[in-house]
């Protein structure tokens, strides 16, 4: 049986609360001016506005194994939700992954990166994704991931990149082999170093004729009313390593 995603349904609740405070904001100068006039009264001391919100986090994807693909919907057995419903379509892109290195992060390219404050309040990178033209704006902004403290996810367009410029932390490589990044996103910029020894990661766009049964696969989507996912991404996992042949 399917699974309902129920752990996708507080974000499509929080979603409706910010539309009716919307709603409320926008009517209540139109009330305000509705209401009889009246001499001005002793001036009270503006109300404290609320603290800005940080940007609301994508859905948590669903890792799984293909059982199969009939027409346009994928069957994915799963450890946390069992056997689970993937509906593809218009919207959905079928990605694979290359390994890349820094000569794939360029000035004008649209990357994911996690990174991790340290004490001196820098972002250093633990990994990056460097996204094809077709998912550009893809989970777009600079926001906290995950469960490690201090750790967030930059999704956003390089707008400068200086080489050379980062120490590594491997003993013994390059002592200035990396790069600083400067991340703009819609509504702010973030500064991220890159040492060399950062895995980076190229995404390609593929298609469905790579969703075989037995592929791991990641999918990001939400969740349609039957609790089937509706994929906006699908992303074709690389096969575990081979276990060590048994010694002779």
Known sequence: MVRE???FRPAMRRRSVTALLALVLGIAPLLLACQPKSPPPAQQPAPAQPPAQPPAQPPPPVTGKVRALAGHVLTLTTLDH?????KLGPQTHVVVNRRGTLADVRAGAFIG???????DGKLRASEVHVFPEALRGTGEGHYPWGNAPATTMTNGNVSSMTNGSVASRTPGAD??????LDVTYKGGQTQVEVGPD?????????????????????AIGEPDAAGALVANLV???????????PPK
């Open 113 to 119: 990166t996690t990174a991790v404050e340290g004490v």
């Open 235 to 245: 992303a074709v996992l690389p096969p575990p390593p081979a276990a060590p042949a």
């Open 5 to 7: 995603l129920d752990d």
């Open 198 to 218: 950062v895995p980076v990661v190229v995404i390609e766009v593929a298609d469905e004729s790579l969703l075989t049964p037995g592929t791991q696969v990641l």
């Open 175 to 180: 002592s200035a082999a990396g790069a600083s």
């Open 82 to 86: 069992g056997d689970l419903t993937v």
